[in-house]
């Protein structure tokens, strides 16, 4: 009996409580079939847009926000360029 006890609480430590392991959902966008994992209990989704390229989550408190999104490279721009551009857009720069 104390050995089972033993390896409950090994199983325990190394592994997530089963109530955090469903803490997390995934999103997939049909478009350009991508999918993250995001934590439900810190995010919520706030919709996919309208041309289906992505989507945003929200903190309940408002406090946080994730963007996450795909666009087609049809200029074939570097991937550093595109990054650059699209932080300096979000930064209002």
Do not use: C
Not at 19 to 40: L, M, P
Not at 49 to 55: I, M, W
Not at 66 to 75: E, M, R, S
């Amino acid at each position: 009996m104390k050995r089972i006890g033993f390896v409950l609480v090994v199983i325990a430590a190394v592994f997530p409580s089963l109530a955090q392991a469903n803490v997390y959902k995934r999103y997939h966008n049909a478009r350009f079939g991508y999918s993250i994992d995001y934590r439900s209990d810190l995010l919520e989704p706030q919709g996919e847009a309208a041309n289906g390229d992505g989507q945003g989550f929200r903190s309940r408190d408002g406090s946080a926000e994730l963007k996450v999104w795909a666009a087609d490279n049809a200029t074939k721009e570097p991937l550093r360029t595109a990054y650059t551009n699209v932080v300096n857009e979000v930064a209002g720069r």
